[in-house]
Structure formats: C-alpha cells, structure tokens
C-alpha cells in the first residue's frame, strides 16, 4: 500500500501561519529604507544646489535613441557614495552638468575635506555615466564613476590639485603626457568650479 502523506508538523504550521506577517514586515522594512535613504541623501545637498544643468529631457537627442539618463538626483546620489569611499568628509552636492561627449554622463561638483599625500583638498568632481551608452558593457553602466578631480590649497594659498600633475602642466619637449593630466580634460566650466565654495558659502 501507497504510505500515507506525512502530515505537516506544528512547527511547519505555525511558519506558515506567520509567512504573510513577515512578508508584510519585509516589505515595511524596505520601504521605510527607500524614505531614509532619501532624507539621508538630501542631507548632502546644498540647499540652493543646482542640479542637471544642460539636461533637456525631452531633447530630440533621445527621442531618437528611445533611451534616457538618470536623472541628476540619482546621478549625485552615485557621487557621494564614491566620495565617501575615498573619505571625504562634510559632503555638500552643489552642482552637477550634464555632458553628452565624450562621456555621456554628468560632472558632479561638491565640497567637502579629504587630505591625499599629506595635502588638503576641499572642491570636488565625480564623473558620473548616465547608462545612455551602457549596451557597450559594464563598465558603461549608470552610476559608474569616469574621473575625479580635486581642489585645495597649501600652506602658501596656492592652489594644489589631484590627480597630478594638474591642469597648468605644460608638456616638455619628449611630449609625454602624464596619465594623470587626461583626467583633466573634464575640468570644463573650469571658473565655476574653483569658484564653488566662494559661490555656496563654504
């Protein structure tokens, strides 16, 4: 004869009874997160931070593509994560620009403190991919960061920059060109940028 089905036992029941109580207080839990997440990420805006600038979303650049970036709150949110990697203290998103070449993506600048080699740094900017071009691999995804670059000063009042050599390198007669000067070819609204802590009080 067919044995007989084993029959759930009381503490299986009582699992089960539970299952949609702590469904219902995952799903709780999750949201009340995403809230805190939010509030927490707005706690590094500048409260005059100007965000996407050069962002036209209804541009006929992605009409075309049937594709669109993410938007610059999430794009600053991927900036302060990689910001707070590095250390960098007192976070303050100030500006971000949108960028169509030669990355697609957005330059993030905000403030803050961070020392590199025994030198302090207070202005920053995180390149951040918009996922425009991430069907080419996934080193093109949303959120993936493209350069860094940071401002400060030395003990004389000049101006100290990362990564080196800076902006102000002039090349000597073998033409090499330091790695590190390439990442300067997005210091673009260059004035803006060194002006930043004198435009947002800091």
Same mark, same amino acid.
């Given at each position: 004869m067919p044995e007989a089905p084993e029959r759930p036992s009381l503490k299986s029941r009582a699992w089960v009874r539970l299952l949609p109580f702590l469904l219902g207080l995952g799903v709780v839990l999750i949201d009340r997160a995403g809230a805190n997440g939010q509030d927490s990420i707005e706690s590094y805006f500048h409260k005059n931070a100007k965000l996407g600038i050069g962002l036209i979303m209804d541009s006929d650049i992605f009409k075309s593509s049937g594709r669109l970036p993410i938007n610059p709150r999430e794009a600053a949110r991927?900036?302060?994560?990689?910001?707070?990697?590095?250390?960098?203290?007192?976070?303050?998103?100030?500006?971000?620009h949108w960028i169509a070449a030669a990355i697609s993506g957005y330059l993030v600048d905000g403030l803050g403190r961070l020392t590199i080699g025994g030198r302090d740094f207070t202005t920053f900017r995180v390149g951040?991919?918009?996922?425009?071009?991430?069907?080419?691999? =996934?080193?093109?995804? =949303?959120?993936?960061?493209?350069?860094?670059?940071?401002?400060?000063?030395? =003990?004389?009042?000049? =101006?100290?920059?990362?990564?080196d050599p800076g902006p102000d390198f002039m090349l000597g007669p073998d033409r090499n060109v330091p790695e590190g000067l390439l990442s300067f070819e997005f210091l673009l609204n260059r004035p803006e940028f060194e002006s930043l802590s004198v435009r947002y009080g800091h």
């Open positions: 991927f900036a302060v994560a990689q910001l707070q990697i590095r250390g960098v203290q007192d976070i303050l998103i100030c500006e971000s951040i991919r918009d996922g425009l071009e991430a069907r080419h691999g =996934a080193e093109y995804d =949303a959120g993936r960061e493209f350069v860094f670059i940071a401002l400060g000063c030395d =003990a004389n009042g000049r =101006a100290v920059w990362h990564p």
